[in-house]
């Protein structure tokens, strides 16, 4: 079985940072995109940023220059490094992994359990 398990959210003022972590661990034979989603209060989840297995970024505009994403392979680990946070990044980040449990089995995305973000004014 899969699991997911992200650390690092916390409560900080605005313009500071912190960095998430995301760990997988579980029976896996291969991981593709891992990446980072966030579901702010009364809104939609939205992609935050993501990394492919070779190293190709991509990030949602509004965190463009403030966010880093980066990963581990042979720790099987995301990182999100969050710099110059605003008011408007608070919620739940929640960590994404789209990989195969096995060598014939489909990709599957799995999600972690989230943490929270919160970025006071």
């Known amino acids: 079985q899969v699991q997911l398990v992200e650390s690092g959210g916390g409560l900080v003022q605005a313009g500071g940072s912190l960095r998430l972590s995301c760990a997988a661990s579980?029976?896996?034979?291969?991981?593709?995109?891992m990446g980072w989603y966030r579901q702010a209060p009364g809104k939609q989840r939205e992609l935050v940023a993501d990394i492919a297995s070779g190293g190709s970024t991509n990030y949602a505009n509004s965190v463009k220059g403030r966010f880093t994403i980066s990963r581990d392979n042979a720790k099987n680990t995301v990182y999100l490094q969050m710099n110059s946070l605003r008011p408007e990044d608070t919620g739940v980040y929640y960590c994404n992994a789209d990989l195969q449990s096995g060598p014939y089995v489909p990709y599957y995305k799995y999600w972690g359990q989230g943490t929270q973000v919160t970025v006071s004014s």
């Open positions: 579980g029976s896996m034979f291969s991981i593709n995109v």
